[in-house]
């Protein structure tokens, strides 16, 4: 019996068989399962749900004035059987609906540098204005499909995403967002949403802060933070999100007066129009560190505001724009530059790639059902989540089951 027929045949049951294997040169060794070579069909759902209440952060409220939460999920479906599952936000789902996702069919989805590349070159040529692909829903579209290749690439391995990627650790320090205004909602009720949140475990929390047209003075943040400082003691993390709600004066002055109140850092303090360079003027008149990111879209306006040395904590958020792919190349540049990764929103994929990069600081999460309805409830399976700490297993791809009941409760086929 030769060797080829040794690796084919009945004989590689038994020990003797196993040790031929493990011996064998890589090229030469049988696949149990045969690897996806082509997307054979793409099927993506619209997910609704109103929320309860209004919670408001320093403008406007979560999921807009009548309030609603939304998600994007995508399937994709290969010839060897394995299906790639990618979330994205709401932006994604004009460019679906008008068939964006038949762009990767019959792809080979370990070409996703190739594909991504395809799919971006919709921003800057005719295609978007002729199929009524904005660029905005393009990039949002993109996200989702570009994590749903990389559940795919990883369970055609048979490896949990973190550790296809290259995995520097097993699990990934998570914060809590709280906090937001609320109507009738004072200082008491803030301690006592806090401490909620510390009861359940959580070390590390974010709270809205910068409402200065809701009525909410510098002084009248000061006054909430310093309560939930009190009350929690010295050892609660706290992060403050501004949404840009502060002129740089305003910043300068918050930021000095917030400084005994140990906050890990400050978020997108400023007005939206010029929300990086002035921020070089905040920088050199604070002690406290700053972070932004969430709100780009790509790695060259990552760049912009990473190279302008005025923020310590990087926000890009792949979830909702442009994928994993471009996550790692930003999470690169970051890592050169001394800053860490904290991206917004949505622990199970942010958690694998937080887990696969030198610089990755931190999650956020959330804890409350009213707020984020979908993290309690369109999951079978998700990351076990204790004393903000999320835990990553060997599950393959991104390790998420998707409640189906939910999804057919909530999702409308667009595409
Ligand atoms: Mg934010």
Not at 208 to 235: C, F, H, L, W
Not at 256 to 270: F, G, R, T
Not at 351 to 356: D, E, I, K, N
Not at 359 to 388: M, Q, V
């Amino acid at each position: 019996m030769n060797r080829r027929q040794l690796l084919t045949g009945a004989a590689l049951a038994g020990p003797a068989a196993i040790d031929l294997v493990a011996n064998t040169p890589q090229g030469d060794r049988p696949r149990g399962q045969a690897l996806p070579k082509k997307i054979t069909g793409v099927e993506v759902l619209y997910l609704e749900k109103p929320l309860k209440d209004r919670f408001w952060m320093s403008r406007s409220p979560i999921g807009g004035i009548k309030p609603m939460a939304s998600r994007v999920i995508v399937h994709l479906h290969t010839d060897a059987g394995i299906t790639g599952h990618g979330e994205g936000r709401d932006a994604g789902a004009a460019a679906f609906r008008k068939g964006f996702a038949d762009l990767v069919i019959g792809k080979d989805p370990f070409m996703v540098g190739e594909i991504w590349e395809r799919m971006f070159s919709v921003t800057y040529g005719r295609e978007g204005a002729l199929k009524g692909w904005s660029q905005s829903a393009v990039i949002g579209a993109m996200a989702a499909i570009d994590a749903a290749l990389y559940d795919i690439m990883s369970k055609a391995a048979g490896l949990p995403l973190y550790k296809y990627l290259g995995a520097y650790r097993h699990s990934v320090p998570l914060y809590v967002t709280g906090g937001y205004y609320r109507e009738g909602k004072g200082i008491d009720e803030l301690v006592k949403e806090v401490m909620g949140y510390v009861g359940q475990g959580f070390d590390a929390v974010k709270i809205k802060i910068g409402g200065i047209t809701g009525g909410y003075s510098v002084e009248d943040d000061y006054n909430r933070i310093k309560a939930i400082r009190q009350a929690a003691g010295p050892k609660l993390k706290i992060m403050l999100d501004v949404n840009g709600g502060w002129d740089v004066a305003t910043t300068i002055r918050a930021s000095n007066k917030l400084y005994d109140l140990d906050i890990v850092w400050l978020e997108e303090p400023l007005h939206w129009y010029d929300d990086v360079e002035a921020l070089k003027r905040v920088k050199m008149n604070t002690r406290i560190p700053l972070a932004s990111g969430e709100a780009e879209i790509d790695r060259w306006g990552a760049r912009r505001l990473m190279e302008t040395g005025v923020i310590d904590f990087m926000q890009f958020d792949c979830h909702k724009n442009a994928g994993v792919t471009e996550f790692r190349k930003i999470a690169g540049m970051a890592s050169m530059m001394h800053i860490l990764m904290a991206p917004h929103h949505e622990p199970p994929l942010h958690g694998h790639l937080l887990a696969s990069i030198p610089n990755g600081y931190i999650l956020e999460g959330f804890a409350n059902p009213d707020r984020d309805p979908f993290w309690f409830e369109i999951f079978d399976r998700k990351p076990r989540i204790e004393k903000s700490v999320l835990y990553l297993d060997d599950t393959p791809g991104i390790g998420v089951e998707f409640n189906q009941k939910a999804l057919a409760k909530y999702g409308t086929k667009i595409g």
